[in-house]
């Protein structure tokens, strides 16, 4: 009998042990269904409905605010995403326009020279060469069509016309002021500008 007493307490005090614990012990983060890249993505591809997959998370590891919906598909990649990337419209050319001040335009050029220092967020100044006519050769040389441009976006495209077929070109979209706008549009259907990175 004072074995079987012994044995009961022991249970008593295993159960209430056991309830203290599942009370104590934090409920499952049940995580939040978020949009991850399925896949390497490079700087600049096209999103597509492959590039992309719903996961579920932990909260912790969910960015507070900007997560990216299914607006994104067609959008362009802003940055390299690596497989598992938690996207958010930063990420993608959906948000291009979102962060611009009333005085900035949003514009794309073809660059040749320092296209690699176009990093998303970087400043830079735009040179274009002269134009092909414009007076004395020797007078003149190469000039700066744009300044504190701010870019937003650089992506590798090949041409496809019969003169070019095959080349690759370096497009980079930029936030640049308004009254600059023109100015680069015009330089910049002459040909490839040059960018130089400025503080």
């Known amino acids: 009998m004072w074995r079987w007493r012994h044995l009961v307490v022991g249970l008593t005090v295993g159960a209430a042990v056991l309830v203290a614990l599942s009370v104590l012990r934090p409920a499952p983060d049940s995580g939040v269904e978020v949009l991850v890249a399925a896949r390497p993505v490079s700087s600049g591809a096209v999103l597509t409905e492959a590039d992309l997959e719903r996961r579920t998370v932990p909260a912790g590891a969910v960015p507070e605010e900007g997560l990216a919906g299914d607006e994104v598909v067609g959008a362009r990649a802003a940055i390299a995403l690596e497989t598992g990337t938690v996207l958010t419209t930063s990420m993608t050319s959906a948000a291009l326009a979102a962060g611009l001040s009333p005085a900035e335009r949003v514009v794309q050029v073809p660059v040749d020279v320092g296209a690699e220092l176009a990093v998303p967020g970087a400043r830079v ?60 549009v015009a330089a910049a259907a002459r040909g490839s500008l040059g960018i130089i990175l400025s503080p």
Do not use: C, F, M, Y
Not at 137 to 144: F, H, S, T
Not at 150 to 163: G, H, I
């Open 125 to 184: 100044d735009l040179v274009a060469p002269p134009a092909l006519g414009a007076g004395d050769p020797g007078a003149g040389g190469d000039a700066v069509v744009g300044s504190g441009a701010r870019v937003l976006l650089r992506q590798t495209e090949e041409t496809d016309n019969s003169w070019t077929s095959g080349t690759k070109v370096t497009l980079i979209t930029l936030a640049v002021p308004a009254e600059q706008a023109t100015l680069i």
